[in-house]
């Protein structure tokens, strides 16, 4: 989206980038290239940004930019979600520039993952960028979800997207657990096999993200850490993976 100068926001840039309009004083977006915040059959639309993944806590027109940040603008309904604060979209970051103008370190956290361990942190190795990091760490779940759920960050996602931004229900299953698909509404809208796979971002608070790349059991941790790319995770809130195949979250 254009090229970053010096003392540029998030806002001049996308205003050179684009035609659009603005409300609130001109710090928060109202329309991009005509496509206008407002409501679609009674659900509320919006524009919202992230920077490395990661959501804006302030209006575009208070957001420093740095070099090497990504900024990605999407329009949605928020009716079941006001937040989601961590999307996956937008791999390799935010392990390579960090997010708010800070690189942090990265830990993989391998909990009964196998070789699905050995995967993801290749894949966040490979990511991950050069130079000094500070502060806490952004923290990698790898495992099935019935031993992810344990950590306070990644268990939101069972509380459903008004908390954790993630639109995926694990439920139990018997001894188990299954995956389905959540619409951008919150409903239910597809189920997924045993062998399905998620990979998500959440954030409590203004706490440090938490990616969790989990799955039912084994085989599912296994398909959403070989997920961990460019190619699929691109533009993604979160994502199920079955079969090879990429389905993206919320279900379109």
Not at 121 to 129: F, H, L, N, S, T
């Amino acid at each position: 989206m254009g090229d970053l100068k010096e003392s540029d926001t998030a806002m001049r840039l996308l205003d050179r980038s684009a035609n659009i309009t603005t409300r609130y004083g001109g710090d928060f977006v109202q329309s991009i290239n005509g496509l206008e915040a407002g409501s679609s059959g009674g659900r509320p639309q919006d524009w919202f940004f992230y920077v490395n993944g990661v959501e804006s806590p302030v209006g575009a027109a208070g957001y420093p930019l740095h070099r090497g940040d990504r900024v990605w603008w999407d329009y949605r309904d928020w009716g079941a979600a006001m937040h989601v604060p961590a999307v996956v979209g937008s791999w390799p970051e935010p392990f390579r520039h960090g997010y708010e103008g800070e690189r942090h370190p990265t830990v993989v956290r391998c909990l009964n993952a196998g070789r699905a361990c050995a995967t993801t942190r290749a894949a966040v190795r490979a990511a991950a960028g050069k130079g000094p990091s500070k502060g806490d760490p952004i923290e990698v779940l790898v495992g099935p979800w019935g031993r992810v759920r344990r950590d306070p960050v990644a268990t939101q996602i069972e509380r459903g997207p008004g908390y954790s931004g993630v639109f995926a229900a694990m439920r139990r299953s018997g001894r188990g657990w299954t995956l389905s698909g959540l619409a951008a509404d919150g409903a239910p809208a597809r189920s997924f096999g045993p062998g399905a796979g998620l990979v998500a971002a959440t954030r409590r608070y203004d706490s440090e993200p938490v990616w969790v790349v989990t799955g039912a059991g084994p085989a599912g941790v296994r398909e959403a850490a070989a997920a961990l790319s460019p190619a699929r995770l691109r533009y993604h809130y979160a994502v199920a993976v079955q079969g090879g195949q990429t389905i993206p979250l919320p279900v379109p």
